[in-house]
């Protein structure tokens, strides 16, 4: 009688047979770290303006 491999030794044998993928950490996708970093400029330069508008309207 045929009997399968176990689940997790299938699943082994699955990932065994795929190619390695390359560790790019949590921004791993150039368009995820294109957005991040344009979000973030925005919200430095944001911040900049909006002191530096403070300063002039509050002196």
Known sequence: MLR???LE???AQRQ???AP???RGQLGH?????LFIA???LTVAG???GG???AILAH
Do not use: G, S
């Open 16 to 18: 065994a047979e795929l």
């Open 4 to 6: 399968r491999a176990p």
């Open 39 to 41: 979000l973030l400029a």
């Open 9 to 11: 030794e299938r699943i």
């Open 47 to 49: 911040h900049v303006i």
């Open 30 to 34: 150039p368009t995820a770290r294109y």
């Open 21 to 23: 993928v390359r560790e």
């Open 52 to 54: 530096v508008l403070f």
